[in-house]
């Protein structure tokens, strides 16, 4: 009954690495994003996609890569892992991308060592 | 997108009514005023939003002055549940970009 769900919910891995995570929404939304919350709580959008296709890029390194298999989920890949990854990530969709109304995932809690 | 501004931390005793304000002075015609609120340890989840008239729905109420400078979320009775950090957003609605600016919020504390 999960609305939105993201894989894993802890990550611990070690620099250099690469490493996904993943998302699903079971609410027939077009469009999913991916926030980063880093340590100081501060919340910011990283990505934002509508129907499989990147409509928000908000200047996130070329590291960090999302793939939208279907409209139903985006993964988030990291390559080469940096201690400043550590962070929780959220995964949030909303019917379309004129919505401000959002549901956000559980977070997965990435800890780069 | 307008900015907004929070008190850091306020107080509530379980059963009253939590009041948590927001000043949005330089706030747009067509711009909503959005709340939303992060539980410890998970994702946030919206509450409620407004353009000016107030509104209300099972969760709180949006309290809009007349200029629109201002806003209140209403908690009702607040539960020890519902201590969280309330972030008050504001934002054109359908922009097509659905991107969501989060500030530092409020850290609301429901004590019994």
Redesign the interface.
């Known amino acids: 009954d999960t609305a939105?769900s993201q894989t894993p919910k802890y990550l611990v891995t070690q620099m250099g690495n690469d490493k996904s995570i993943k998302c699903e929404q079971n609410l027939g939304h077009d469009?999913m994003?991916w926030y980063k919350q880093d340590s100081k709580?501060?919340?910011?959008?990283m990505f934002?996609y509508n129907n499989k296709e990147l409509?928000?890029n908000?200047t996130v390194p070329n590291r960090f890569s999302p793939k939208s298999p279907d409209k139903a989920h985006l993964n988030l890949h990291i390559n080469s892992l940096e201690l400043g990854d550590s962070a929780v990530y959220?995964c949030?969709s909303?019917p379309?991308?004129?919505?401000?109304?959002?549901?956000?995932?559980?977070?997965t809690r990435l800890t780069v060592l | 997108d307008a900015k907004t501004t929070q008190p850091t931390s306020m107080d509530c005793a379980e059963g009253r009514a939590a009041n948590l304000p927001c000043n949005h002075s330089t706030i747009s015609g067509n711009e909503y005023v959005y709340w939303y609120r992060q539980i410890h340890s998970q994702g946030p989840q919206y509450i409620i939003h407004g353009l000016k008239n107030n509104e209300t729905n099972e969760m709180a109420s949006l309290i809009i002055t007349e200029d629109r400078k201002s806003s209140t979320l209403i908690l009702p009775h607040a539960t020890l549940r519902d201590t969280a950090v309330y972030y008050c957003i504001v934002r054109v609605r359908g922009s097509n970009t659905g991107k969501l600016i989060f500030g530092q919020g409020t850290t609301l504390q429901v004590k019994p």
């Open positions: 939105v469009t994003y709580k501060f919340l910011k959008i934002s409509i928000i908000e959220f949030a909303s379309d991308g004129t919505y401000n109304e959002q549901f956000f995932g559980p977070g």
